[in-house]
């Protein structure tokens, strides 16, 4: 019957117990007021507080539970990062259409096999179609290309 | 007649051509989504959000609305035909739905849970035309505490209630209430968590978040899996799907019940269509002379969730348009929605914008209609969706979020937000963890606050306020039994595994 520890859940777990005592410390940096008026910091505390005491139990019940398989996937988490932070860093700088063809490129690195031909095809589609709803139909303040 | 009088003023809003148009688009919409799995009608309706602040508010609402009611009847397409749910709430249906497609009898299928779930929602709007205003002309006289004790309830039923660990649902609410403490705060001024960021000042985005944790996290976890079958091309008829005779015996009681439950557990704060569905294929199999026949293929299997998880989708605009409290995280979003068109949900909802309101129920019907009209004769439109691979759908799809959140109050920062979220929405899904808690707890959670400080305000700190009033008092109580009720039920499995020296 002896399982091994699941560590994943456990430091999940332990994780949210620290946001727990984070809120706690940073809330009582706040005017605590009194029960009668209450400030600023008096809620978070509570809710920090009870958020640590469920981690605590969370601790407790996920110590034996089942592992999780194909946990780290490496692969798509880093290319669809680097194709927001490429669509966030072009959008006000280089425009929608550079936005947009970084980004449907880059995270269709996610996946193998990797198909050149149609990412490229939607990555046109896709920045036709956001010029003309988002840029023309919605007004939203960027433009195509930005020089 | 009053009620016909008002009827008639959420006929000119519904049947105004700006009414039927985004209608429309919203179930389409709806459909669409509900069909492609992966994508839930959460993902949908934050990504439609922005793009509704254009619409007048009763328009917007109508457009969001027919995504969520939209996607009830696209989930039972995937799920019968590829035994994957489109939607969490047409899981049930997967069971029975999926055998008949391998008799064969996929058309009868789909053909059932269309007109089940339209049935079901006819059924549960009937019970909001008559409880909503009825619900908030006695909700007109709440307090703080009882507003308090409610949402509490909500949270605590949504956590309990949800698949998987209570523990872990009511951390995910409490995370959530976190999470929506960083901003200004509305009483004091002060702020709070925003570590210096200006553009943490008016907190953290809705749409951000949504769209993180159910979009960017949904894909994910997508990518990370092995590959799905693709789908055989099956040769689907009208004619192929009118089931025969025999078939349709005695189905009509099946419906009924199935969107009684609907409809009922629809209405309940913390609950939505996926349970509902569950506990009227539950209970449709208890009642059954032969129960052996579910999960083989049987066609009230299909007829008992389906009817349910849509008249529950109705029914759950109860709470929202009666109290301002929604009973699970679309509504939630929904609700954010509102909040975000200019108008404060609560009882006076009905009253002071009852174009608002009367509305939305007439396009409720409209809606049904319509989705009638797209389900049975262009059902072989919807299964070819099925065939869009998913290495175009997934890019198109992070670039609607992308571009969708942008919008919402042009601010780079919130895609950085989406992409954290949708991290950390990944390895929610991964750890089984469910994050429609946490959204709901953003939500209320600062609803909660003011209710609280203003309840312990009025009550000189007194906290016995809370059980001060009848309303408040209930709705307490209601939140203990939802607390103890886990913990009895895993007392009792412990004794049970014990018993069994299993596992």
Known sequence: MARSINWLQVCAALLLGLLGLYVIVQGSGYDMGSLRRMGPGFFPVMIGSVLVLFAVLLVLEVWHSEKEKNFWIPRPILTITAGFVAFAALLERAGLVPATVALVLLVSLAEKPVRPVAAVATAVGLSVLGVLVFVYGFGIPVSAFEW | MDILHNLALGAEVAFSWQGLLFCFVGVLVGTFVGVLPGIGPLAAISLALPMTYYLSPPIALIMLAGIFYGAQYGGSIAAILLNLPGTASAAVTCIDGNQMTKQGRAGVALFTAAISSFCGGIVAIFMVLGFTPMIASFAMDFGSMDYFSIMLLGLVAASTLSVGSPLKGMTMVMLGIALGLVGTDDTSGTERFTFGALALSDGISLVALAMGLFGVGEILANLGQEK????????????????????????????????????????????????????????????????????????????????????????????????????????????????????????????????????????????????????????????????????????????????????????????????????????????????????????????????????????????????????????????????????????????????????
């Open chain 2, 228 to 503: 799905r079958a693709p789908l055989k091309a099956s040769g689907l008829t009208f004619k192929s799907m009118l089931p025969k005779r025999h078939e349709w015996q005695g189905l009509w009681k099946t419906i009924l019940r199935g969107s009684g439950i609907g409809a009922f557990v629809g209405a309940l704060p913390g609950s939505g269509p996926a349970i509902a569905a569950f506990m009227a294929y539950a209970s449709e199999k208890k009642l059954a002379r032969n129960p052996e026949k579910f999960g083989q293929g049987e066609l009230r299997g299909v007829a008992s969730p389906e009817s349910a998880n849509n008249a529950a989708v109705q029914a759950a605009f109860i709470p929202t348009l009666s109290l301002g409290i929604p009973g699970d995280a679309v509504m939630a979003v929904l609700l954010g929605a509102m909040i975000l068109h200019g108008i404060s949900p609560g009882p006076e909802l009905v009253t002071s914008n009852p174009e608002m309101f009367w509305g939305l129920v007439v396009s409720f019907g409209v809606g049904n209609i319509m989705l009638l009209v797209l389900n049975l004769p262009l059902i072989r439109v919807w299964v070819r969706m099925l065939s869009i691979p998913y290495h175009v759908l997934y890019p198109a799809m992070l670039f609607f979020i992308c571009i969708g959140v942008f919008s919402v109050r042009s601010s780079v920062f919130d895609i950085y937000t989406a992409l954290f979220f949708g991290v950390i929405g990944y390895f929610l899904i991964r750890l089984r963890f469910p994050a429609a808690p946490l959204l709901l707890g953003f939500i209320l959670g600062p609803m909660m606050e003011v209710h609280f400080r203003r309840a312990l305000l009025l009550s000189r700190g007194d906290y016995w306020t809370f059980f001060d009033s009848i309303p408040s008092t209930v709705f307490l109580i209601l939140t203990a039994l939802f607390l103890v009720l886990p913990l009895w039920a895993a007392f009792r499995k412990r004794t049970a595994r014990t018993a069994n020296l299993g596992d």
